[in-house]
């Protein structure tokens, strides 16, 4: 499942009277977009630390 937010794109205060490149916010939003819409596999957000109990109790009536 992605999550995807969305930031503020209005410039700062400070900034407004100063003249804004083209499409400078757009560029900004799309990077943004599609950094968080399109990351990398990261194996270490899905690791699994090894067997649960279950399957222990399962397997260890076994070798019983």
Do not use: D
């Not at 003249?19 to 950094?35: D, G, I, L, N, Q």
């Not at 968080?36 to 397997?59: D, I, S, V």
């Amino acid at each position: 499942m992605t999550t995807i937010s969305s930031a503020s794109l209005t410039t700062p205060v400070s900034r407004r009277g100063a003249p804004a490149k083209p499409f400078v916010e757009f560029r900004a939003f799309w990077r943004h977009f599609f950094a968080r819409a399109f990351k990398p596999y990261r194996p270490e957000l899905h690791y699994m630390r090894g067997p649960g109990p279950a399957w222990r109790a399962k397997h260890m009536s076994r070798s019983r």
